[in-house]
């Protein structure tokens, strides 16, 4: 290993921090300062930081440990209680705009035949729309009072199940890149480690779930979840062919439930914070080709963004009209799911690994990131001022909904921690 890389990640540390930190001052994601800071101070403007194996290699491991720690922060039960209506919402919120995608690349670039690489570059797209990032959404419904409704609950849950689905969807669109795999095949390994995933999982969970009652709260915890996250990654890919991202949200659901789920979660932050996140988002910035922008790639990147951004309000506003919601509810419900972020991102930087995207092609994502980031709050704001009464008989915890918050744990309770973690 040269000893450059050592500033290459100086260079990233810093740059991303500051730029994340500038990004959250202007109301935008911290991952837009990030990838911004990544584009700046790689190869297609100041020219510091080049693309590397070593550097792919770290934003992999970083890309894992984010999805570890949403399947960490899934909450089983709530997805439970949500049951039918927010699954039906969520499966429209990702076939509508996996058609709208793939419908747009084969219309806009002349793709004529459903074979071929063509047709699977433009599913891809598809795939990309897929995804959800809910945390703007539930930050302005925070906000606003509305977040524990019955519309910011049915919010919530459909985003997480989206993202669940639109992984699996990612898994069958990346088994079609090779093409020795059938369909059928694809399907074949899909379903096979899944179903081993259930029940091997079900065996992990109740040896964590009694290890966690003889050493509660050590470091032991955090350290054998993370070897599970790594294992499960390992397996998925090497003996399904299934996306190691897939593997690693497995494994944060396997222990989301466990009592512990939460400080294993906090611990995997701290890697993913200081080192491997911002690598990982600086990563998409210098991977990101500008040189090849042109008018076509241009008005493609806007059209990107609207088809993304209409069909999540078509798609999840239609089935939540089905599913009994008022009109002006089914518009929220819609609109509160047009956020992008990191899954968008993570399934592009995939899909650039395995060449089913370009590199140029990472603009549209970042552009849809921002535009949805802006616009889903000013219209969530928007509906309920023009529909106040639609929620707020059903919120009943007063205007910030704080006081149906669940409490916090006490102030000192993590200071024990390290003293436990030297058992």
Known sequence: ???????????????????????RKVKAPQVVGEIVAGLLIGPAVLGWVQGSEFLATMAEIGVVL?????????????????????????CFGVAVPMVGGTALYMTYYGVHTFSGEGFHEAIFIGCIMTATSVGITVESLREMGFLKGRVGTTILSAAIIDDIIGIIVLTFVLGLKDESLSPLTTIRNTALFFACAFLLGYVFYRLFKKYDLMHPHTRRIPIAGLALCLLIAYSAEKFFGIADITGAFVAGIILCNIRDSKYIAEKMDINSYMLFGPVFFASIGINTSIETMNVKLLIFSILFVIVAMVAKIIGCGAMARVCRFKWSESLKIGCGMMTRGEVALIISNKGLGVGLMKANYFTAVILLIIVSSIVTPIALKLCWNRWPDADIAEDGDGADGSAAA????????????PAEAAK
């Open 1 to 23: 290993m040269k000893y450059e890389v050592f500033l290459d990640l100086a260079l990233i540390i810093i740059f991303a921090k500051v730029f994340g930190i500038l990004a």
């Open 66 to 90: 984010l999805m570890f720690s949403a399947g960490l922060e899934t909450d089983l039960r709530q997805l439970a209680r949500s049951g039918l209506v927010a699954t039906l919402i969520a």
């Open 406 to 417: 669940p409490a916090e744990a006490p102030a000192g309770a993590e200071a024990a921690a």
